[in-house]
């Protein structure tokens, strides 16, 4: 079964999952990068236009992936959490590369709270077989136990 993993990150907790994932399941990585970052790497000013981005549904442009769905029987989707959602940058994706009917796992990474976000993720994706889903609180902060849980949940899905 050939897999692909796409997702973006914005401090790195993502990237960490993404790679775990591509790791295990041999998977091709794609990683979102925006054309402009108009978001501070810190600070007040980082929640603010990150945000504000969220509400305004921006869609910001991203680099182009090579990137065909056709080409992958499962699609894992991984972003951080932001406002409560998904990032922009994935909103960006799944307008550009709609697919229906494929096998996705989606995944968040976050500092306390998801919310709706792989809810929101699901329902915007659109008619999708669903065979996962998993959240992590700031793996990079604890990556021994976060491997750990990382491991237990990629040992845990069928595809």
């Known amino acids: 079964m050939k897999a692909a993993v796409v997702y973006y990150s914005f401090e790195g907790n993502t990237k960490f ?4 994932i591509a790791s295990k399941f041999e998977a091709d990585i794609y990683e979102l ?6 978001v501070p790497n810190s600070g007040f000013f980082k929640y603010f236009w990150g945000g504000k981005q969220v509400f ?5 442009e ?5 990137f065909n769905p056709n080409d992958y029987d499962v699609i894992f989707i991984g972003t951080p ?3 409560f959602t998904y990032s922009p940058a994935i909103k960006t994706f799944m307008e550009k590369y709609r697919f229906q ?7 968040c990474t976050h500092s306390g709270g998801i ?3 792989l809810e929101n993720m699901k329902k915007d994706l ?3 077989e669903y065979i996962s889903e998993f959240n992590i609180i700031d793996p990079l902060k604890h990556e021994e136990k976060s491997s750990e849980e990382i491991k237990n949940w990629l040992d845990s899905i069928q595809l």
């Not at 999952?17 to 775990?20: G, I, P």
């Not at 990068?33 to 108009?38: A, M, S, W």
């Not at 305004?56 to 910001?60: A, N, Q, S």
């Not at 009917?101 to 995944?107: A, E, I, L, M």
């Open 17 to 20: 999952v993404a790679e775990k």
């Open 33 to 38: 990068k925006t054309v402009e970052n108009k």
């Open 56 to 60: 305004m549904k921006e869609t910001p």
């Open 62 to 66: 991203i680099l182009d992936l090579k």
């Open 81 to 83: 959490v932001w406002a």
């Open 101 to 107: 009917d494929k096998k996705v796992v989606v995944f």
């Open 115 to 117: 919310k709706s976000t």
């Open 126 to 128: 659109g008619r999708n």
